[in-house]
């Protein structure tokens, strides 16, 4: 069956860095577009970032642009982001996200927390 597991989160100092994540299976990994999701304390869900299967087109929300970076290992089925200069306003479950298609997520991981705090 498809399993998404996140892991890299933790706590970090504003302007810190991380690296997230999210080990893929029961699926050709190499053949689907993925996505980070997050869900900060008391908010809706925000869409992060995207990845197409070849890693040759990204895509990132505009709160996220020039200091995140999304990236993929389609050899390994990991996906990958990279968190730099990070603010109070990323704290929150951070969760990657296969696409059933153009416009919906069929498969979700756990989540991972990620905390930004002095």
């Known amino acids: 069956q498809v399993q998404l597991v996140e892991s890299g989160g933790g706590l970090v100092q504003p302007g810190g860095s991380l690296r997230l994540s999210c080990a893929a299976s029961g699926f050709t990994f190499s053949s689907y577009w993925m996505s980070w999701v997050r869900q900060a304390p008391q908010k809706g869900l925000e869409w992060v970032s995207s990845i197409n299967s070849g890693t040759t087109s990204t895509y990132y929300a505009d709160s996220v642009k020039g200091r995140f970076t999304i990236s993929r290992n389609n050899a390994n089925n990991t996906l990958y982001l990279q968190m730099n200069s990070l603010e109070s306003e990323d704290t929150a479950v951070y969760y990657c996200?296969?696409?059933?298609?153009?416009?919906?997520?069929?498969?979700w991981g756990q989540g991972t927390e990620v905390t930004v705090s002095s």
């Open positions: 996200a296969k696409a059933r298609d153009a416009w919906a997520f069929d498969y």
